[in-house]
């Protein structure tokens, strides 16, 4: 495959259009055909297994559909299989078997060279942040358009934008260990959506923090994925998938047990209604305690 091809390929996973009705702060999107036009899904695996080192299973012969603009958890015990998946999507980790595709186009195809340009469309948040300690919540953010050689005049207006976003504009020059564990989060998931990702991948992002904390972590999430981001989370907190109302595949040993569509849930609502429907739902009053 020549490297002309391969970035034909990926630009299609960069492609979707969205908006945001109530983003406290506008941010320009990118705009382009949407691979999904064609009904190809943004994430795909056929008959996956991942059989580690050793001999331990990973996967075993798992498939799913994941289309533009769904928001998906991938729930189940730990080992079942969860951070396989999202570390196969990312291509930290090379499938043993059956494919694995992003946009239609297959992972296994992608030479070693060319997996920066597709991180450059996948935003990924994990539990524990993954922050540089020496670096001010302005540069963390910064630092992910610099390393795929962002022009300056775009990184200082599209940082800023970012932080506004996630609420965080006023913690520019913050050092990590100067915020709480949310506004952690909140840099990690500004960091990863900065540079508006048709994809974003996050494993674990509440695992660390209080259900308050949780909830807002969810609205900004649930906030970026109406602009049309598709998102996939995998968690184990169970009570807030199943207040979430959103499409959930389980695992366990492996294997896609279930594969779920929430009827109970309205597509047009909005991130204040979501997050006040949530609290209502897990019982957590304004301060972040049990009602």
Do not use: W
């Amino acid at each position: 495959m020549t490297s002309t091809r391969t970035r034909s390929a990926l630009a299609r996973v960069a492609s979707r259009a969205g908006s945001e009705d109530d983003a406290p702060a506008p941010v320009q999107m990118r705009s382009a055909p949407s691979a999904a036009v064609s009904g190809v899904p943004v994430v795909e695996l056929k008959d996956v297994s991942k059989v580690y080192d050793g001999g331990s299973v990973g996967l075993e012969r798992a498939s799913m559909r994941i289309g533009r603009g769904e928001f998906v958890f991938l729930v189940g015990p730990t080992g079942c299989g969860k951070s396989t998946c999202i570390r196969l999507l990312m291509k930290e980790l090379e499938a043993s078997a059956g494919e694995v595709l992003i946009a239609g186009h297959a992972l296994g195809e992608v030479p070693r060279k060319q997996v920066p340009l597709l991180r450059r469309n996948i935003g990924t948040v994990f539990q524990d942040y993954k922050l540089l300690p020496n670096r001010t919540v302005y540069d963390n953010v910064a630092y992910s358009l610099q390393v795929i050689s962002e022009p300056r005049a775009e990184i200082r207006r599209k940082v800023p934008d970012i932080l506004r976003l996630v609420g965080l504009s006023t913690k520019l020059h913050n050092f990590p260990d100067e915020l709480s564990g949310g506004e952690q989060q909140r840099v990690s998931i500004a960091r990863a959506f900065v540079n508006h990702p048709p994809l974003l991948l996050a494993d674990e992002p509440t695992g660390n923090l209080d259900p308050e904390t949780s909830i807002g972590i969810m609205q900004l999430i649930y906030r970026i994925n109406r602009t049309g981001t598709t998102v996939v989370i995998a968690t184990h907190d169970k009570e807030m998938v199943d207040k979430m109302r959103r499409r959930v595949i389980e695992m366990r040993d492996g294997r896609i047990i279930r594969d779920e569509t929430s009827g109970l849930y309205r597509p047009d609502e909005s991130t204040t209604e979501f997050a006040v429907r949530l609290r209502g739902e897990l019982g957590v009053g304004v301060e972040g305690h049990p009602n």
